[in-house]
């Protein structure tokens, strides 16, 4: 079956440290895929996408995603975090019936 | 981009009573409309799709009895949680999609908190 995954639950990391949230997809073929972030109470903000092409997508505040067809993920990065970057962030997927498969979300907590 | 706006983005209301809310694409056609429902801490799972003048298309296991879903024009989407109860209470959020250019993105609405008592 068609699935996102994101392995972690919950990131703590310092800020001006590096940040790498981690997904993977199940499809028999490339999905467009997604990352999102939801601040508290919000409604979700597309960070950035893949459809096709470079597999090295660059995002809104700083953020990238590396698509990888031989792990089958969609891994996202930002080398320096902000105290700002604290949210909920999800990966999703369309497959074939372009309805979004979204993953459990990846909570992230900066400290000062 | 483009945006979606919810009205209201928040309802406190009594059980047993019904709560519309409005799901509108401000600058662009939207061909089809999702309702998302989010419990907290949890990811967003998708309610139902719904296609200008078509009826919806609701998944597996949702009532299509107490979630009404309109999509009347290509910019408006209603959702009407019907005889609500404490466990309809819920963070609902809609999404809407147009293709332009054969861009198969989705926006999402802010989102509206029900609370039922």
């Known amino acids: 079956a068609q699935s996102v995954t994101q392995p972690d639950i919950h990131i703590t990391v310092s800020e001006g440290a590096s940040l790498e949230l981690r997904c993977n997809y199940s499809?028999?073929?490339?999905?467009?895929l997604f990352w999102y972030v939801q601040s508290p109470g919000q409604g979700l903000q597309l960070l950035l996408k893949?459809?096709?092409?470079?597999?090295l997508v660059q995002g809104i505040k700083g953020f990238e995603a590396e698509f990888k067809r031989s792990q089958s993920s969609f891994n996202l990065r930002k080398p320096s975090v902000h105290w700002s970057d604290a949210a909920e962030y999800f990966c999703?997927?369309?497959?074939?019936?372009?309805?979004?498969?979204f993953g459990a979300g990846t909570t992230v907590t900066v400290r000062a | 981009g483009a945006v979606v706006s919810q009205h209201p983005s928040w309802v406190i209301c009594k059980s047993g009573t019904s709560v519309k809310i409005e799901c509108r694409s401000l600058?662009?056609?939207?061909?089809?409309m999702f309702w998302y429902r989010q419990f907290p801490k949890q990811s967003l799972m998708l309610m139902a799709t719904?296609?200008?003048?078509?009826?919806?298309?609701?998944e597996q296991g949702v009532e299509k009895d107490k979630f009404l879903i309109n999509h009347a024009s290509l910019t408006l989407s209603t959702l009407t949680v019907t005889s609500a109860h404490p466990e309809d209470s819920s963070f609902y959020i809609c999404?809407?999609?147009?293709?332009?250019?054969?861009?198969?993105?989705?926006?999402f609405g802010p989102g509206t908190r029900l609370t039922v008592l």
């Open positions: 499809y028999g073929a490339t999905p467009y």
């Open positions: 600058d662009f056609q939207a061909t089809t």
């Open positions: 719904s296609n200008e003048g078509s009826k919806a298309t609701y």
């Open positions: 999404s809407a999609r147009g293709f332009s250019g054969g861009n198969n993105e989705q926006f």
């Open positions: 999703a997927g369309y497959f074939n019936d372009y309805k979004l498969s």
């Open positions: 893949y459809f096709s092409g470079d597999t």
